[in-house]
């Protein structure tokens, strides 16, 4: 049942069964009290603009509509400042997890405009919301909100507290409450994984989520194809998805790339862009697919890659 509020905002109230359903699973599975689990969840409602949001994400649309959004001039100098401010910390974060400082720098700008813009939906809120009204990706959304009462519980706060995304992506980072489980980490020593404000935690988790998921020291992350040669071949190899699944053998035998950019490399995704008149093809290595990781989407790995490069190279100036 929708109402709407004194702000004009249409609330959502939460499918009483299944928070009740939901509730007993967390008291058998993790030994949460029952009573209190009832009192966080009638304090909560939940948010018609959040279904909304999920049925027209910004990765929904092409590459030359996309990449406008993150690669502007006011990003990149906001990377480079960044960049500058903490060039000790970043060196520290790559030293420790070989993740590039522009690629951490780039991750934390396309999610939050480095810290800019962090979301203010109540997590609970937010992810019961997708628990309970989004069928299509409602198992998905209760793992999460299982992991995020555990979170609240371990990291003694208030669950009605935390803010973030419509998705439920918490902040500078935008961690859903599994990564941050998984991949906070504590990289100045105060005993805190505090991913909203300690920028050093935040460095540390972005370098920490990337290594943990495969990133290679030293490797590089894309190599571009040349355009107008065996678009056939690659529209195909390219609806392989984003992990390297293509024999480097095989892409050689194409011409569509110097053979002397794939000579460290076993296997290649193919990724296809669309511009306005033309698509753009691009070899995808294994630190693309570990961007992926962070973001499914091609159009978003793509988007951090090339702001990074935006970044490096204007910091070099």
């Known amino acids: 049942m929708s109402v709407i509020g004194a702000s004009g ?36 409602k939940g948010h018609e603009k959040i279904i909304e949001a999920m049925t027209r994400p910004a990765e929904g649309k092409q590459w030359f509509e996309y990449r406008p959004i993150f690669i502007t001039d006011k990003r990149i100098d906001g990377g480079v400042q960044f960049l500058r401010e903490h060039e000790e910390l970043l060196h520290r974060a790559e030293q420790q997890y070989g993740v590039p400082a522009e690629i951490i720098v780039a991750i934390i700008g396309v999610e939050t405009f480095y810290g800019r813009v962090t979301g203010s939906y ?83 988790s972005v370098a920490n989520y990337l290594s943990e ?39 050689k035998a194409t011409g569509v790339v110097d053979t002397a950019a794939l000579s460290d490399v076993d296997k290649v995704s193919v990724i296809r862009l669309q511009q306005k008149l033309a698509p753009e093809y691009w070899l995808g290595l294994n630190n693309f697919y570990v961007i992926t990781r962070y973001n499914t989407s091609p159009l978003y790995a793509m988007a951090v890659y090339q702001l990074a490069e935006q970044i490096r190279a204007k910091a070099a100036l």
């Open 9 to 44: 905002v249409q609330a959502l109230t939460l499918d009483a069964a299944q928070v009740a359903g939901f509730i007993d699973f967390m008291a058998e599975k993790h030994g949460f009290d029952k009573a209190e689990l009832a009192a966080i969840f009638n304090r909560a």
């Open 122 to 204: 109540p997590v609970l809120e937010a992810v019961s919301t997708l628990a309970f009204h989004y069928p299509k990706r409602a198992a998905f959304f209760r793992g999460e909100l299982e992991q995020f009462l555990l979170l609240a519980r371990e990291e003694h706060v208030d669950p009605l507290s935390l803010t973030g995304s419509y998705a439920g992506a918490m902040g500078m980072p935008q961690f859903i409450s599994s990564s941050y489980r998984h991949y906070a980490v504590d990289f100045d020593g105060d005993g805190k994984r505090n991913i909203w404000n300690d920028v050093d935690d935040v460095v540390g």
């Open 213 to 251: 998921n495969g990133w290679r020291r030293g490797q590089g992350v894309v190599i571009a194809a040349r355009n107008g040669r065996d678009t056939d071949v690659l529209d195909k190899w390219a609806g392989a998805g984003v992990r390297p699944s293509v024999a480097v053998t095989e892409v």
